[in-house]
């Protein structure tokens, strides 16, 4: 039996996984987490077979649970859930140590599949993102402003462009203001952006917000 652990904070998206799971034999719902830090707990604390993550997490980030379990639960396959498109968002994850990659969207027998991929020692990412891969290997000059960010800094930007001042970045992320406005800066500067007003503007245009 798998024993999946899911992480996500809406409890409806929660439901309906259980429920996807309970039609599958050979796959049950072992714990639930609704928060970064209660999704560390619980992998930290019980035995899973593989973790369902959404990205999105409150307190800690998709990115920041993803480091932490590269290092204390090396073994542990992550499948990343997320409502995010695939070209956004899961080449940075897979390099951060994500084990698949599987948009809300998908149909529920995806996820099985994706599951049982991860599970098994694979990595999962569909047909599209694994042409868009190929394609990158051989088209790094024409990477996206974004994809030059390093984790973190794309952290930042991503609640820099939800509208979030530099005091409140600084108080979500535990760091301090000049921290964050030297974070700000690198930023500007890597995208080649000069106001957060272009910055919201790109994130817009390119899905990084919700």
Do not use: C, W
């Not at 968002?89 to 140590?97: D, H, M, P, Q």
Request: aromatic share 4%; proline share 3%.
């Amino acid at each position: 039996m798998i024993k999946v652990l899911i992480a996500d904070d809406h409890a409806v998206v929660r439901q309906g996984l259980r429920q996807i799971l309970a039609e599958t034999a050979d796959m049950a719902v072992a714990g639930e987490a609704a928060s970064g830090p209660e999704t560390l707990e619980r992998a930290r604390s019980e035995a899973y077979d593989v973790l369902v993550l959404d990205i999105t997490m409150p307190v800690r980030s998709g990115f920041d649970i993803l480091k932490e379990l590269r290092v204390e639960k090396p073994k542990l396959p992550v499948l990343v859930l997320s409502m995010h498109a695939e070209e956004q968002f899961a080449v940075r994850l897979l390099k951060a140590g994500a084990s698949g990659y599987l948009n809300k969207e998908s149909a529920p027998d995806e996820l099985v599949k994706a599951i049982r991929k991860v599970v098994s020692g694979g990595r999962y990412v569909s047909p599209a993102l694994a042409e868009k891969l190929a394609f990158e290997i051989d088209a790094d000059s024409d990477r996206m402003l974004h994809e030059s960010l390093s984790n973190r800094e794309f952290q930042v930007m991503r609640m820099m462009a939800s509208g979030k001042t530099v005091k409140e970045i600084a108080n979500d992320l535990s760091l301090s203001v000049k921290t964050i406005s030297t974070y700000r800066a690198r930023i500007l500067d890597k995208m080649n952006l000069r106001t957060n007003a272009e910055l919201i503007h790109y994130a817009i245009q390119n899905q990084l917000i919700e």
